[in-house]
């Protein structure tokens, strides 16, 4: 049977989730609540993991060895790098993968991104999940959706200087804080998973502005959409 994680940074990104569960029980593991229970009829498990990249690996592996998720999908906000997403538009995870790794002092070989050691440089989503997220897409009322990289590092992107440079790397759609680190760690235990992120800024000069402003709104609504998601994955 699927059972599903849903990871989510912030209490905002989830709560929508979490008010709409049926058959709720609460678990405290390594700093986190896990709310166990049912959405639309499907297993799940949804926790705020907190900010950051340690977080989100910690996170994925309490879910994959404690509550034996089968499938993972982490939501929430992030910033656009992209300009013809605007605030409330969506990107659907291609892949994932760093913007804030470096090794290439090492070995100049080494490019952005690149972990040492992994026969991989950018972490793929699966290929079901990203169909059934692209679906889902077509059913909401507001806001598009484009399939592509996210790029992550432990950094809140709110200058046009560092937004560029992570373009250029990257070639991702948006940035944020946490998406690199859960495929990654979904890849290492061969966990299927897809990254749902709503825009809720510009990831420029304007983005300490559009944040406060447009995080809850975006959130709410990356939320409508993982319930999409769940109603054709079941």
Sequence with gaps: MKKLGIIGAMTVEIETLKSKMTNLTQIDKAGMTFFAGELEGMPVVVVVCGVGK????????????CFGVTHLVNTGVAGSLCSELDIG???????????????HILNPAYVVGQVPGLPVLTFPA??????????????????????????????????????????????????????AAIAHAAWRNDVPFVIIRAISDKADDSAEMDFPSFEAIAAKKCATFVLEFIKLMR
């Design 54 to 65: 340690v977080n989100a690996a910690l996170c994925v592996q309490v879910l994959c060895d």
């Design 89 to 103: 538009d969506f990107v659907i995870s291609r892949d994932a993968m760093y913007h804030d790794f470096t090794c």
């Design 126 to 179: 699966d290929k079901m999940m990203i169909d059934y997220a692209v679906t889902a897409s077509g059913m909401l009322h507001s806001g598009k959706a484009r399939l592509g990289r996210v790029a992550s590092g432990d950094q809140f992107i709110a200058e046009k200087t560092v937004k560029e440079k992570i373009i250029a790397d990257t070639g991702a759609l948006c940035t944020e804080m946490e998406g």
